[in-house]
C-alpha cells in the first residue's frame, strides 16, 4: 500500500526549530497541483533550486530525508519544472513509491494549513505552535490540531463472490472499487459500512469484521477496511448518483486496480486469491 515503503520509515515528529538544508526537499502547491521536475528519478525540487524561498515549515523526514511545505508563492519556477495534479502523479510510470507517500502526506498537511489561516471561532490569524503540530490563533488562542477524516472501506462478499464497485462518471475514477465513505458524526465505524452499503448498493450485511487501515492524504483521510457478508437479499439496487456499476464478481474474476497502492485493491486481491 501507499504507505508501505520499508526499510524506510516516515517520522513525523514535529519540530518546529527544524531548518532546511541545501538538499531538504521542497514541496509547493498551487491548488491541487504541485511543482516538480519533468524527470520522474527526483521529482521534487530541492532548496538550492529554488530562489530565496520564505515562509517554509517542516513537515516530516524519511530516513533522515528532511521535507519541508513553502507556503509564499514561487515567482521563478526553476528550468524542468512544472505543477502537476496531485491525484494523478500516483499514475506516472516509474514513480517511486516513497516519493508518492510523501507527496500525499504533505498535501494533507499543506491543505489543513491554508484551510486553516485564520480562526474558526473568533477569525484571527493563526500561526503555528512551537510546541506541537498546531496552529494557534493569535487572537483568542485556540489551538488547531491537524483535521483527519475517518472512513471505511468495505468488502462485500456473498460465498465466492466479491462486490465490486464503480464510480460515476462525474467522479472521474475509472477502475474497479469497493464501497466506501466518510464516517459521520456520533456513528462507529462499523456502523458506517452498514450504512454505506445500504446507501450505495442496497444491501444488509452482517459478521463485519477488520482487516486493515491506511493513511490517505489525497483526502486528508485515514481508512478503514472491512469485510462483511451480505444478510439476506443480494440483490443490487444502485445508487447512481454515487456509482455507474456495481455486480458480484467471482475470486478468479476480480482484477484490481491498476497499482498496489490502495488498500481497496489490497483487499480485492486477498479475497481473489483466497486469504480471504
Known amino acids: ?46 532548496l538550492a533550486e529554488l530562489v530565496l524561498p520564505d515562509n517554509m515549515l517542516y513537515l516530516f523526514n524519511i530516513s533522515g530525508k528532511k521535507y519541508f511545505l513553502l507556503r509564499d508563492s514561487v515567482t521563478n519556477i526553476p528550468g524542468g519544472f512544472s505543477y502537476v495534479d496531485v491525484k494523478k502523479f500516483r499514475n506516472i510510470e516509474g514513480m517511486d513509491r516513497t516519493e508518492i507517500f510523501a507527496l500525499a502526506t504533505a498535501y494533507h498537511l499543506a491543505q489543513w494549513y491554508n484551510d486553516n489561516c485564520y480562526c474558526g471561532k473568533c477569525g484571527g490569524i493563526t500561526v503555528p505552535d512551537r510546541k506541537e503540530r498546531a496552529l494557534k490563533c493569535t487572537f483568542c488562542g485556540k489551538i488547531i490540531y491537524p483535521r483527519i477524516n475517518p472512513a471505511v472501506i468495505a468488502g462485500v462478499i456473498d460465498g465466492d463472490r466479491l462486490l465490486i464497485t464503480r464510480y460515476a462518471e462525474n467522479r472521474g475514477v475509472s477502475h474497479d472499487a469497493l464501497v466506501a465513505g466518510f464516517t459521520e458524526a456520533g456513528e462507529t465505524l462499523e456502523e458506517t459500512v452498514r450504512r454505506e452499503v445500504m446507501e450505495e448498493v442496497g444491501l444488509k450485511v452482517k459478521n463485519i469484521r477488520y482487516y486493515k487501515s491506511q493513511p490517505w492524504g489525497y483526502s486528508g483521510g485515514i481508512l478503514a477496511g472491512f469485510f462483511c457478508e451480505v444478510d439476506g437479499d443480494n440483490s443490487i439496487k444502485l445508487d447512481e448518483t454515487e456509482l455507474g456499476n456495481a455486480e458480484w464478481v467471482e475470486r478468479g474474476n476480480i482484477k484490481g486496480q491498476p497499482d498496489d497502492l490502495s488498500l481497496t485493491n489490497e483487499m480485492m486481491i486477498q479475497f481473489r486469491d483466497n486469504n480471504i
Open 1 to 46: 500500500m501507499i504507505q508501505d515503503i520499508q526499510p524506510l520509515k516516515l517520522n513525523n515528529s514535529y519540530l518546529c526549530d527544524e531548518k532546511p538544508d541545501d538538499e531538504s526537499i521542497v514541496f509547493h502547491f498551487d491548488g491541487k497541483n504541485v511543482l516538480c521536475r519533468n524527470d520522474n528519478e527526483n521529482p521534487f525540487p530541492i
